[in-house]
């Protein structure tokens, strides 16, 4: 898949405990990376005691127009609905977030984003100085190549979550 050993060498440095499958180490390089930069996120969100999953949920809030439900959230944010459905609660208990039942569907759940909550968000996006120090090895050629990169892995992840479905 990638060629010969010697372009794998270059793309797999000799630190990395090896897979058998060399996708399976550039995942795991990949997924090291991202726990790297959730905790330099996290870290600078500390201070307004949100994290970084919940910051993405107000900015999903400030976002979208209209009525906003936990599934759409869901589907937008690409998380779980349990794992939604508990930032919410997390969110609603800090006064950020309101749950409020859908007049005309009495079973749904509209979610509304709070005076406090928007607060929070806008202070939330000025939160980004680590992680643009972090990205500044990038020119701006490499991260245009990197999000279509990422955009690529995302769909085709979507697709092949569909086709085990």
Same mark, same amino acid.
Do not use: C
């Given at each position: 898949?990638?060629?010969?050993?010697?372009?794998?060498?270059?793309?797999?440095?000799?630190?990395?405990?090896?897979?058998?499958?060399?996708?399976?180490?550039?995942?795991?390089?990949?997924?090291?990376?991202? $726990?790297?930069?959730?905790?330099?996120? @996290?870290?600078?969100?500390?201070?307004?005691?949100?994290?970084?999953?919940?910051?993405?949920?107000?900015?999903?809030?400030?976002?979208?127009?209209?009525?906003?439900?936990?599934?759409?959230?869901?589907?937008?944010?690409?998380?779980?609905?349990?794992?939604?459905?508990? $930032?919410?609660?997390?969110?609603?208990?800090?006064?950020?977030?309101?749950?409020?039942?859908?007049?005309?569907?009495? $079973?749904?759940?509209?979610?509304?984003?709070?005076?406090?909550?928007? @607060?929070?968000?806008?202070?939330?996006?000025?939160?980004? @100085?680590?992680?643009?120090?972090?990205?500044?090895?990038?020119?701006?050629?490499?991260?245009?190549?990197?999000?279509?990169?990422?955009?690529?892995?995302?769909?085709?992840?979507?697709?092949?979550?569909?086709?085990?479905?």
């Amino acid at each position: 898949m990638f060629g010969n050993s010697e372009t794998l060498e270059k793309i797999m440095p000799q630190k990395v405990i090896s897979y058998t499958d060399p996708t399976l180490d550039i995942w795991a390089r990949f997924m090291r990376t991202r $726990n790297l930069l959730y905790k330099v996120f @996290a870290r600078d969100l500390r201070e307004l005691g949100i994290k970084p999953e919940q910051l993405g949920i107000l900015n999903i809030l400030k976002k979208i127009e209209g009525p906003v439900t936990p599934a759409m959230i869901s589907r937008v944010y690409r998380r779980e609905p349990q794992t939604v459905s508990v $930032n919410l609660k997390r969110l609603e208990g800090r006064g950020l977030v309101k749950l409020v039942k859908d007049l005309e569907k009495r $079973n749904m759940i509209r979610v509304e984003i709070t005076d406090a909550g928007i @607060a929070i968000w806008e202070l939330g996006r000025t939160k980004t @100085a680590a992680v643009s120090q972090a990205f500044k090895v990038l020119s701006p050629d490499d991260l245009i190549q990197l999000s279509l990169i990422i955009d690529k892995l995302s769909d085709s992840a979507q697709q092949v979550l569909k086709s085990h479905s």
